[in-house]
Structures are given as structure tokens and as C-alpha cells.
């Protein structure tokens, strides 16, 4: 069985200061793992995506996220939040087969 | 290039009702899901199609009915809507689904509420 666990519903930065949203997953097989965006009223978009090459990886609007096999792990960073950084993120897992698990799902206030 | 469009965007319904949701694509590509979205559970796969001509559940598929009515197309019927179909729904496609690594791209979502 696989699994995603976002370990924070809600996260509440300052504009300017660094964002952090953690995400830890479970998978018998060798995983893809995605971050979405969603903002209000709008629908999912990819920021970024681990597929087994480089551990680092970097996407848009300034976001990157670090697999770390040992620690089960996947975590979202960006240095500078920016007001339209407001939206709710969502960690995905691929595994073997179709389909994708979701995350609860971390809702970003940013703050001026 | 409008990517994966849905209609409606929203829409209210009558406990019992029947209603379809449309989603099209024009990116080529092979296939396409519908999921659900209710607070606090990420998103639930309803019923995917790999390839033009076959549909499968997914996670949860009860009170729910897909056609693939082409390679663009893929409807989601509730043929008895209940109040615990209020939701968000969301189609996406793929290029295919041969590997585990490819994207899957998301339309706007519609909004359901089930009275």
C-alpha cells in the first residue's frame, strides 16, 4: 500500500520570508512523487516533479523539493514567499500501476 | 492550446437528479480520469481510461458512470445525484500510462452541490 502525509493543514508565512511545507510518504515500489498547486477556484498545476534522476529538483515560480529516500521524504521549499504563493499544495505519489495518491493537501496563507 | 476544459464549472442538483459532466482534452493524449476533491482528502480517483474504448474504477466509484466517448472526450454521469456527491470534480489526462513517471494535467474543476 502507499500512502502521502502532509504534516501541516495550514502554514502562515511573511512575504519575503522562506516557505516550508512537508511531505512524507510510504511505497513498497521505487516512487514518482509531485507537488500541485491549486489556487482559489482554479485547478491543479504541476510545480514540480521527482522522477528518479536528480534528488534536487527544481520548478516553477521559484519552488524546489528534495527527495530524501532515507527520511521518506519529499518536502516543498521556496527562500522568498510572494503574496500569490497563497494557494493549497498538494504531494502526489505515482508507484507501480496507475494511480496517484494524494496528500491532504497544505493550505499557504502569506502574510504582507 | 486550452489544455483539459470541463463544463460546467458549476452546477446544483436535486437529491435524485441525473446530470453529466464533460471533459475534453486537446493535447492527444491517451488517457483520462476523473477524480473528487472533498476537504481534508487530497483527490479521489473515480474512474480512469487508459486508452480510447476502456474505462476502469478507481477508488471510488459508486453512484458514478464514465464514457470514453472518444480520444478527446470522457463524461462522468451521476444517474441518482445523493448530498454526498457535493463536491469538486476534476478531470485530468495523460500521455499514457505505460510508465509511472508521466504528468497527469488537470482541468478547472466543477463544483457540485447536491441538495
Known amino acids: 500500500a502507499q500512502s502521502v502525509t502532509q504534516l501541516d493543514s495550514h502554514v502562515s508565512v511573511s512575504e519575503g520570508t522562506p516557505v516550508l511545507l512537508r511531505c512524507n510518504y510510504s511505497?513498497?515500489?521505487?516512487?514518482?512523487l509531485f507537488w500541485y498547486v491549486q489556487h482559489p477556484n482554479k485547478g491543479l498545476q504541476l510545480l514540480l516533479k521527482y522522477t528518479s534522476a536528480a534528488t534536487l529538483v527544481k520548478g516553477i515560480n521559484g519552488f524546489e523539493a528534495e527527495f530524501k529516500k532515507s527520511e521518506t521524504s519529499f518536502h516543498l521549499t521556496k527562500p522568498s514567499a510572494h503574496m500569490s504563493d497563497a494557494a493549497e499544495y498538494f504531494c502526489?505519489?505515482?508507484?507501480?500501476?496507475?494511480?496517484?495518491?494524494f496528500g491532504g493537501g497544505t493550505r499557504v496563507l502569506v502574510k504582507p | 492550446n486550452a489544455g483539459v476544459t470541463q463544463t460546467p464549472k458549476f452546477q446544483v442538483l436535486k437529491t435524485g437528479q441525473s446530470m453529466t459532466l464533460q471533459c475534453a482534452q486537446d493535447m492527444n493524449h491517451n488517457s483520462m480520469y476523473w477524480y473528487r476533491q472533498d476537504p481534508g482528502m487530497g483527490l479521489r480517483l473515480i474512474y480512469y481510461s487508459a486508452s480510447e474504448g476502456t474505462t476502469d474504477k478507481g477508488e471510488v466509484p459508486n453512484g458514478y458512470n464514465v464514457s470514453r466517448l472518444n480520444k478527446r472526450e470522457f463524461s462522468l454521469r451521476l444517474e441518482s445525484a445523493a448530498p454526498s456527491q457535493t463536491s469538486v470534480y476534476f478531470c485530468?489526462?495523460?500521455?499514457?500510462?505505460?510508465?509511472?513517471?508521466?504528468?497527469?494535467?488537470f482541468g478547472p474543476g466543477t463544483r457540485l452541490l447536491v441538495l
Open positions: 511505497s513498497s515500489y521505487s516512487p514518482s
Open positions: 502526489v505519489l505515482k508507484a507501480a500501476g496507475n494511480k496517484l495518491t
Open positions: 485530468a489526462s495523460s500521455e499514457a500510462r505505460l510508465t509511472y513517471q508521466e504528468t497527469q494535467y
